[in-house]
C-alpha cells in the first residue's frame, strides 16, 4: 500500500490499528528480549554482572541518541513533505540523513571505545563492576558505525508504508538476540560482553535487511544523489531535538541517579534501579510502539491539512496509553515480589524489601506518565519542536534533577520517589502546552 493511500484514504479508526498493532507487537518482541536479556544476566552471572549493564547502559543510550536525533529528526519533515507532494526534499533528507547517522556513529564509537574506562571511573565504580561495564560498552562502541542506524531505518519503512516489514524485522532482531545471547551465555559460558555481542549482531543484520528495499528502489523513499545544506540541517536537528534531549538528558540523570546509589545503598542499590530500568523499559516500549508507529501517520495528515482525521488518530493514541499505562501500575503493586525474582537472584529480606518499595513508587508514576508521552510525540510529529523540547528537557533532566537535590536528604527513598514526582510536575507542563497549541490552531 502507498503512503498517500495508507495515510489519507484509510479510515482513521482502521489506520490507528494498522499501525498500532504491528508497532506495539515489534515492541512487544524487544520487551520479551529485555525480559529474558535481564533474566540471563541476573541468574547466569550474578548481581556484578547485573548492576554493571545499569552503570553501562546510560552510555550506550547515549551513543545511540545522537543517531536517533537525526532519525527522529528527519523523519517529521519527510513525513510532512511526502504529505505536501514534495517527494525530491523528502528522498533528499532520507539520502543526508543515512549518511550523516553512519558518520556519527563511527566518531561516537570510536571515542566510547577509548574513554569506557575513565567515565565509569568518574562514576565510583571500581574493580570487577568497572571492568564489566567497560567491556559491556566498548562491545557497543565497536559495532557503533552499523548498529545506530538500525532505528532510524525502522522509522523510515514505516513512512514508507512498510508498517509490517518494520514489525517483522523488529521481531526477528529480538528473537535472534535472545537465542543468541542464551548460546553465548548459557552453552558457552561466555561473560557479560557476549550479551552485548549477541546484540549487536542481530542488529547488524537486521541494519542490513532494512536497507536492501531502499537500496533496491522499490519505496516511495529512495536513495539520491545528497545535497546537503544548513537550512536542511537545520531543520533535521530542530526536529529531532526533542528525541535527543530526552535520551541525552535522561542518561545524565541517569549517570546522577547512579552516582547516589551507590552511596546510600551501594551495589544492591544499583542493582534494584537496574529492575526498575527493565521495568520501565517493557512498558515504556509498548506505549512508544504505539505513538512511534503514529507519528507518520499523524505528520502526513497534518501536512495534508487533514486535522479531523489528525484528531481521531489522537484520541485512540490517548486511550490505548492509558489503558497500558493502569496494567502497569496494576502489576507494580500486584507482583513486585515476583518482578524482583525475575531479574535477580538475591533473595536476602534487605534486597527484596528494597526492590518491592522500589517498584510501586516507581509503578504510580505512569497513573500521569503516559499522557506527557502522548504530548511529546504529538507534538514531534506535527512539528512544533519547541514545545516537545521542553516536555523532553522537563521530564528527562530539569525535574528529576531538581527533585535529585530537593529529596537527597531522604537518601534511598528520596531517589525512589523521584520518578513519581518528575512523572506529576511533566504531567501539569504537558497540559499546559497542549492547552496554549490548542488555542493557536483550533485543533478541539
Not at 547485573?50 to 547515549?62: R, T
Not at 536537528?237 to 541525552?248: E, K, M, Q, V, W
Not at 531538581?402 to 536528604?409: F, I, M, R
Request: proline fraction near 3%; glycine fraction near 8%.
Amino acid at each position: 500500500m502507498s503512503s498517500k493511500r495508507l495515510f489519507l484514504k484509510t479510515p482513521p479508526v482502521r489506520l490507528f490499528f494498522m499501525a498500532a498493532l504491528p508497532g506495539a507487537a515489534g515492541m512487544l518482541a524487544s520487551m520479551l528480549y529485555s525480559i529474558i536479556d535481564g533474566v540471563l544476566v541476573g541468574n547466569l552471572l550474578g548481581m556484578t554482572a547485573f548492576a554493571a549493564i545499569s552503570l553501562g547502559l546510560p552510555f550506550i543510550i547515549i551513543n545511540f541518541s545522537l543517531a536517533d536525533l537525526i532519525g527522529v529528526g528527519s523523519s517529521v519533515p519527510i513525513a510532512l513533505y511526502l504529505g505536501q507532494k514534495k517527494d525530491e526534499q523528502a528522498n533528499n533528507i532520507f539520502t543526508c540523513s543515512c549518511l550523516m547517522i553512519v558518520g556519527a556513529g563511527i566518531i561516537i564509537g570510536a571515542a566510547l571505545f577509548v574513554f569506557a574506562p575513565s567515565l565509569l571511573a568518574l562514576l565510583g565504580a571500581e574493580g570487577e563492576l568497572a571492568r564489566l561495564a567497560a567491556d559491556y560498552v566498548r562491545v557497543y562502541a565497536l559495532f557503533s558505525p552499523v548498529t545506530t542506524i538500525v532505528f532510524a531505518l525502522d522509522n523510515y519503512l514505516r513512512i514508507s508504508g512498510k508498517i509490517r516489514l518494520s514489525m517483522w524485522l523488529n521481531i526477528i532482531m529480538s528473537v535472534s538476540i535472545a537465542v543468541l545471547e542464551f548460546v553465548f551465555l548459557y552453552v558457552f559460558r561466555w561473560g557479560l560482553w557476549s550479551a552485548a555481542f549477541a546484540a549487536c549482531l542481530s542488529m547488524t543484520a537486521a541494519a542490513v535487511s532494512a536497507l536492501y528495499p531502499f537500496m533496491c528502489g522499490r519505496l516511495q523513499l529512495r536513495f539520491v544523489c545528497p545535497h546537503f545544506n544548513l537550512p536542511m540541517i537545520r531543520q533535521i536537528f530542530a526536529c529531532g531535538t526533542p528525541s535527543f534531549l530526552n535520551n541525552i538528558a535522561g542518561r545524565i540523570t541517569a549517570v546522577a541517579l547512579n552516582v547516589g546509589l551507590l552511596r546510600f545503598g551501594g551495589e544492591a542499590a544499583v542493582a534494584v534501579y537496574g529492575i526498575l530500568v527493565y521495568f520501565g523499559d517493557i512498558v515504556q516500549s509498548l506505549l512508544y510502539g504505539i505513538y512511534d508507529s503514529l507519528q507518520p501517520a499523524i505528520g502526513y495528515n497534518w501536512g495534508a491539512g487533514r486535522r479531523d482525521r489528525v484528531l481521531v488518530l489522537s484520541w485512540c493514541c490517548l486511550g490505548a496509553g492509558a489503558f497500558l499505562s493502569l496494567v502497569a501500575v496494576a502489576v507494580t503493586f500486584l507482583f513486585p515480589r515476583q518482578l524482583t525474582a525475575l531479574f535477580s537472584d538475591n533473595d536476602s529480606a534487605m534486597f527484596v524489601s528494597m526492590a518491592i518499595l522500589a517498584l510501586k513508587l516507581y509503578g504510580i508514576s505512569y497513573l500521569v506518565r503516559w499522557f506527557s508521552f502522548f504530548v511529546l510525540g504529538f507534538m514531534t510529529a506535527v512539528g512544533h519542536v519547541w514545545a516537545a523540547s521542553a516536555i523532553s528537557l522537563a521530564s528527562a533532566l530539569v525535574f528529576p534533577l531538581l527533585l535529585l537535590a530537593l529529596l537527597w536528604p531522604l537518601e534511598l527513598f528520596g531517589l525512589w520517589l523521584n520518578f513519581s514526582g518528575s512523572a506529576l510536575l511533566t504531567f501539569i507542563l504537558s497540559i499546559i502546552l497542549l492547552c496554549h497549541f490548542n488555542k493557536k490552531v483550533n485543533l478541539i
